[in-house]
Every structure is written in structure tokens, then in C-alpha cells.
């Protein structure tokens, strides 16, 4: 296996992986999408839904919106002071009104 930097720029890096099968290298970009701290829709409140759209699909659809943070800002809830009850330090509260 042969691993080349081709360009390194903050927290940011391209390389190139040779000579390694599909699986390894599968393996390693799941390995680096977890490490990615990331937010994502736990609770969704409907109160009205004019929609066509079922709830459910509904829901699906906001969990797949990428939610954009300052990592400095959020800690993780299992590392949080509030014992996982939920703090504006571990959590977001997102209001969509339309």
C-alpha cells in the first residue's frame, strides 16, 4: 500500500492511496466520515401539515438537510456537564416556519 500527500491546506488533505484493494480504502473513507463531529434532527414536532407530503416524509426529509456548526461551540452531549438532559451547550433548536 502506497499513500501520497498531494496537498495538505489547513484541515484539509488530498491523497492519493496505491496499490490496495476497494475494501481497505472503503474502510478507511468510513473511518474518516465518522471522525466528522456532525449535528443532526433527533425530535421533529409537526403542529400542521398543509402538505401532500405524509409526516414521516416530511421528517425524512429535514434529517437529510446538512446542518452547518461551529464545532468550538456545540460539545457533545456525552461529554456535556448537564448529564445528556439537554443544555443549549449540547444541543440546537431548529424553527422552520413556512
Not at 480504502?25 to 398543509?50: F, K, Q, Y
Not at 446538512?66 to 444541543?91: H, M, Y
Amino acid at each position: 500500500m502506497k499513500v501520497k500527500v498531494l496537498k495538505k491546506k489547513g484541515q484539509v488533505l488530498h491523497f492519493l492511496l496505491e496499490d490496495t484493494d476497494p475494501a481497505f480504502a472503503n474502510s478507511l473513507r468510513r473511518i474518516m466520515i465518522t471522525e466528522i463531529p456532525t449535528l443532526a434532527v433527533e425530535w421533529l414536532d409537526i403542529h400542521e401539515n398543509g402538505s401532500a407530503l405524509f409526516d414521516e416524509v416530511v421528517s425524512h426529509r429535514i434529517g437529510m438537510i446538512p446542518l452547518k456548526f461551529n464545532p468550538k461551540r456545540i460539545v457533545a452531549t456525552e461529554d456535556c456537564k448537564c448529564s445528556n438532559k439537554g443544555c443549549p451547550l449540547c444541543q440546537v433548536v431548529l424553527v422552520l416556519d413556512k
